[in-house]
């Protein structure tokens, strides 16, 4: 081992192993669990976004409406509270990806829809004060190779930086030129917002107990009923908002894999660090490859910088060991030097990893089971900090059984096809893995097993 590696081994082992965003002095105590049996109008598994956000709309929407939330370990703890907490306007994980799926004229709507959405989510921050530092400064996609490059011609709704502007906005040798989208994207505190939502959703009168996993789900009569640990649960109505653990719905659990993500914080940057980089407009950055690094500040100057490795293991368990991975943390840690020199040696101050809820078309699914008693929204694939409220609003379209502009959307009313079983899902899932790496090596060509992907519509070009 070199003194280099040495060096950035020292860095990365000083980090704690936490998310960041967990790792904050306001964190919540706990809420009791369930204590008893108990009845409700509307249930919802599930304390992320999708159900925090299900159980605001829901009591806003109807302030009598009787609505219990669910969690099983603590609110925000997985996905929610490990994000890079890049709030995007897009429901379908990109333009691109959207297009190729459902068309030209329903992408259009999707993303005026994803808009608004984007809209509703700042002015609720606003209405309610929640404190997650919200900022709505947009974000930069960069171009590290010449092969990534954008013509100016062809870029819409967004600003075209060219070389000297890109390192205008932040400084790296390895930037070329960038696309800066400034609405469609907002930098918050993702953990803060759930928390924020949580506050809201006991204000407006919704029950929500933590640490009270569902075990199962069944009809019984007109109602569904929850097994958990403390208690049964007999509910009118049902929201699954379980992101990528295994499915009450037993029907679902093809339909997503865990991938996992890696992260590194780095301790605050001083004003001469900051003044060396520039990044004054404080937007989220992310690179053009198909292994893509994304980056931003946090509101006391730490630059969160994750991405690149997708991990998925064999089996589709989501496991707590899976979360620190030194190798894809010393990968980073190099990238990062790499980008910004400026910052040579700066100490990592925490290390984390998390599961992504991938499915085969990246974004997010909906549907509803037990004659619309029962509805879900899943398979976000590392976009949901934004797209959740929308899913939120969709379960509950689902369940009162109405026909919006929401659930008339080729999004909601199509579904992905599911992963095989293993160990097919493995070998596939390596081998797309294997390839996007080879084709950023080869300036963006796909091998012929993307571009077979491409053709059966399970591609993906980040």
Not at 156 to 177: I, K, M, N, Y
Request: glycine letters at 10%; a negative charge; one cysteine or more.
């Amino acid at each position: 081992m070199t003194t280099l590696d040495r060096r950035i081994d020292a860095r990365i082992g000083a980090a704690r192993r936490t998310p960041y965003w967990l790792d904050n002095a306001v964190r919540p105590a706990a809420r009791p669990p369930l204590d008893a049996d108990t009845s409700c109008d509307l249930a919802v598994v599930g304390g992320g976004f999708s159900g925090l956000w299900a159980a605001v709309l829901a009591k806003e929407a109807d302030p009598d409406r009787d609505v219990l939330l669910l969690e099983g370990g603590r609110l925000a703890w997985a996905a929610s509270g490990r994000n890079g907490g890049f709030c995007a306007a897009s429901l379908t994980h990109g333009y691109d990806n959207g297009i190729s799926r459902f068309g030209e004229a329903a992408q259009i709507e999707l993303d005026r829809l994803g808009m608004a959405n984007l809209d509703q989510i700042e002015e609720t921050v606003a209405r309610y004060r929640i404190d997650c530092d919200f900022e709505r400064t947009g974000e930069v996609d960069v171009a590290t190779e010449a092969y990534q490059l954008v013509d100016p011609a062809d870029v819409t709704d967004a600003v075209h930086l060219d070389q000297q502007e890109v390192r205008a906005e932040l400084d790296s040798p390895t930037f070329l030129g960038g696309v800066w989208d400034k609405r469609g994207v907002a930098m918050l505190d993702p953990a803060k917002l759930a928390w924020g939502l949580a506050e809201v959703a006991e204000r407006l009168g919704v029950r929500i107990v933590e640490q009270t996993p569902v075990r199962d789900l069944h009809k019984q009569g007109q109602h569904i009923e929850l097994r958990t640990d403390h208690g049964t649960v007999r509910a009118r109505r049902v929201a699954l908002a379980t992101n990528v653990f295994p499915s009450l719905l037993r029907r679902l659990r093809l339909y997503c894999v865990p991938v996992y993500d890696h992260v590194l914080m780095t301790e605050p940057l001083t004003d001469e660090q900051l003044a060396a980089i520039g990044w004054q407009h404080r937007q989220g950055f992310g690179d053009s490859g198909n292994q893509f690094h994304y980056y931003r500040l946090t509101a006391d100057n730490r630059i969160l910088w994750g991405g690149y490795d997708a991990v998925y293991h064999f089996g589709r368990q989501v496991k707590a060991e899976y979360d620190d991975r030194p190798a894809t943390f010393r990968t980073l840690a190099e990238h990062f030097d790499t980008t910004f020199p400026q910052l040579a040696g700066i100490g990592f101050s925490h290390r984390w990893g998390g599961a992504i809820d991938t499915c085969t078309r990246f974004c997010a699914f909906y549907g509803a089971a037990y004659d619309h008693r029962v509805a879900y929204a899943l398979g976000y694939t590392g976009l949901g900090v934004g797209a959740s409220r929308f899913g939120a609003q969709v379960m509950l379209d689902l369940l009162d059984g109405a026909e919006t502009e929401r659930t008339r959307t080729p999004l909601v009313q199509s579904r992905p096809l599911p992963f095989p079983p293993e160990p097919l899902a493995f070998l596939g899932i390596e081998a797309t893995r294997r390839s996007l790496a080879h084709a950023d090596e080869n300036d963006g060509r796909r091998n012929l097993w993307l571009r077979g992907l491409d053709k059966v519509g399970l591609g993906f070009d980040s």
